[in-house]
């Protein structure tokens, strides 16, 4: 089989090379990949955002068997609608599904539709009126940019200042673009935060194994918001019982609420949850695979990944094997420094002998001359396997002082706290 995954970052690299494990598959197109995921997979220099030139690609090879369209972009411009129309099974959810991403206040409200538990929240288009609710909304408060802004269109103000700050910020700087022209605002819930991927055919859903990410730049979850800094697997917070909540008043009421709206969702359905002391809530859905959760969760699934895809696809997933193992991941995101403000590129990068059971997905980075050099903000993830959390932990840091680049960032305390909930 030849398989098209688009996407260039440290998601499609875990993709690929967990795809890559399948022995049916005889070639990987990466569209447009990078300099690392050159090593698993043949790059092709298309943009994932140009659905017209990934058509005529794939057209014009005329052997793609199946294709993964991993980011948001494509799958909200209706990369899978594209693709499907011309005889490409997908796996990815149609440009009607994706939108449970794609608009938040679609989401929202599609939550408040159906009783499924959320924070409460108010939208505006008009930015006077928002700024006027802001006189007396709770403080703190957390201000949303509703369409697609890389994971970086959250803000939690921490005071009336700061929130009509951002709200100027998305809607009259546009600092997200068209993104910001309508936004939420909403109630500031307190708890721990969960990941969970699940794969869903729009008939059964499957969630992965939980993890937790590390949103904020620096040690300590302080400075700016980031597309992740690194994460664990499994989430100790993401307990039996409140799986079994999730499955029951989140997970099946969004599934059956998608069909309901006649956008069925087929692909990977990421629910970005807080367990609250009023029990779980859905802080965001995304409608792909996450990163970098991706990059713990992957490692440990056990069962063959194109086979599952297959199966979303073709609504065949109730009788599909999904296993993970029982070990533990943990993957350290390695940045370039001043990432997510301003950043250089084009530094060399050198990676020594990783030691354990250690991937490395490289998210931003190019082949130049031979070498890899940077090209992003976010450059790699360094992500071990062990039997325990801790010696995931011990052993994904001890493999990141074998990277080397000018410049280089990471921060020293992932899976600090889920350590201190597993000793507790």
């Known amino acids: 089989m030849n398989i098209m995954v688009i996407g260039g970052g440290g998601r499609e690299h875990a993709i690929i090379k967990k795809l890559a494990e399948n022995k049916s598959i005889t070639r990987i197109y990466a569209l447009p990949g990078n300099g690392g995921i050159a090593a698993d997979a043949e790059c092709v220099d298309i943009k994932a955002t140009d659905i017209e030139g990934i058509k005529a690609f794939a057209q014009e090879k005329g052997d793609i068997d199946y294709a993964v369209v991993a980011p948001d972009d494509p799958l909200a411009m209706g990369c899978v609608d594209v693709l499907e129309g011309i005889g490409i ?3 990815g959810p149609d440009a009607k599904a994706a939108v449970i991403e794609a608009s938040k206040v679609f989401a929202k409200d599609l939550m408040k539709k159906y009783g499924i538990p959320t924070a409460t929240y108010e939208t505006f288009e008009d930015m006077d009126e928002a700024l006027a609710y802001l006189e007396t909304a709770p403080i703190p408060t957390v201000i949303k940019a509703d369409g697609l802004a890389l994971g970086k269109g959250v803000i939690i103000a921490q005071t009336r200042d700061e929130a009509k700050a951002a709200v ?3 809607m009259e700087e546009k600092a997200f673009g068209a993104s910001g022209s309508r936004i939420v605002i909403e109630e500031f819930l307190t708890g721990p ?4 991927l699940s794969f869903t055919d729009g008939k059964a859903i499957v969630p992965m194994i939980s993890s937790q990410d590390h949103k904020r730049a620096l040690d300590g ?4 918001n980031t597309g992740g800094m690194g994460t664990v ?3 100790p917070y993401y307990t039996e019982d409140v799986a079994k909540e999730c499955m029951e008043t989140i997970f099946l009421p ?4 998608m069909n309901r709206e006649g956008r069925t969702f087929k692909g990977c359905l990421y629910f970005g949850l807080m367990i609250t002391a009023n ?5 965001e859905y995304n409608c792909r695979f996450g990163d970098p959760e991706t990059q713990v969760v ?3 699934l056990e069962s063959d990944l194109l086979t599952i895809m297959q199966a979303v696809t073709e609504q065949r997933l109730a009788e599909t094997e999904v296993r993970f193992s029982d070990e533990n991941a943990c993957c350290v995101v390695v940045a370039s420094g001043g990432y997510p403000a301003s950043y250089e590129k084009g530094k060399t990068i050198s990676i020594g002998e990783m030691e354990g059971k250690t991937d490395i997905f490289i998210a931003g980075a190019k082949l130049e001359d031979g070498e890899l050099k940077t090209s992003g903000g976010r450059v790699l993830g360094v992500t071990s396997v062990a039997p325990t959390l801790k010696e995931a932990i011990d052993t994904a840091y001890r493999n990141v002082e074998k990277i080397n680049f000018e410049k280089a960032y990471y921060r020293t305390d992932i899976g600090k706290r889920a350590l201190a909930v597993e000793r507790s």
């Open 168 to 170: 100027r910020k998305m």
């Open 233 to 235: 697997a499994p989430n």
């Open 298 to 300: 992957l490692p440990l």
């Open 254 to 257: 969004t599934v059956e609420a």
């Open 193 to 196: 935060e969960v990941s969970v």
């Open 221 to 224: 979850d302080q400075g700016l």
């Open 89 to 91: 099974p997908c796996f």
């Open 279 to 283: 029990g779980p809530k859905v802080i």
